[in-house]
């Protein structure tokens, strides 16, 4: 297609921010977490490798345990018998496992830093041709039209103006958008 150019129709702003919250939760419950296993282990914060941590919380810290108390461990015992003689709460690790887990979420995990990494292009959606684009420049004529009539305070029905012109649609707060269904 020669000379097309995609434009922008829409940016679901609602799921990106649902998206951004479920991310920094699950950043949250990786800090606490880390947290949790520095302060009980007393660990430098070098020591805790964050990427493995988030692989599996409950096998690293197991790992953790067995390297801490490894001269004091004159009888060998496993990571579970010291875990369990030090009653070091393994469960509380288990448990911000699960709900870390459970979170479906973008974010990245190194070595010592997690970052969210939400891509915004996952969010837009954009024409796909010539016609698409027509369209969607005569939706925005309109909307500038009908935005200079109210500002003149003539009222608009906006719901009968929705049905009337199927490419408009109306939003929960009353704001204009187009109906991408009939693009």
């Known amino acids: 297609m020669k000379g097309f150019k995609k434009i922008l129709i829409d940016f679901n702003k609602d799921q990106y921010k649902v998206d951004c919250k479920n991310a920094e939760r699950k950043l949250q419950l990786l800090d606490k977490a880390s947290e949790l296993v520095y302060n009980l282990l007393d660990l430098e914060k070098e020591t805790l490798d964050l990427k493995k941590f988030s692989n599996n919380m409950a096998s690293y810290f197991q790992e953790l345990v067995a390297k801490k108390y490894l001269k004091e461990n004159t009888l060998g015992l496993s990571a579970d018998k010291l875990i369990q003689l030090k009653e070091l709460p393994i469960n509380d690790i288990i448990e911000y496992q699960k709900k870390y ?5 973008e974010i990245s ?23 698409q684009n027509s369209v969607l420049l005569a ?15 003539v009222i608009v029905y906006k719901r009968p103006l929705a049905e009337a012109v199927r490419l ?16």
């Open 168 to 183: 408009v649609k109306i939003e929960y707060d009353g704001a204009y958008s187009i109906n991408k269904e009939y693009l």
């Open 101 to 105: 887990e459970e979170i479906i979420a």
């Open 109 to 131: 995990v190194g070595k010592t830093k997690a970052e969210i990494v939400l891509n915004k292009a996952k969010y837009e959606t954009y024409t796909e041709n010539h016609k």
């Open 139 to 153: 939706f925005r004529e309109l909307i500038l039209v009908i935005s200079k009539i109210e500002a003149l305070g």
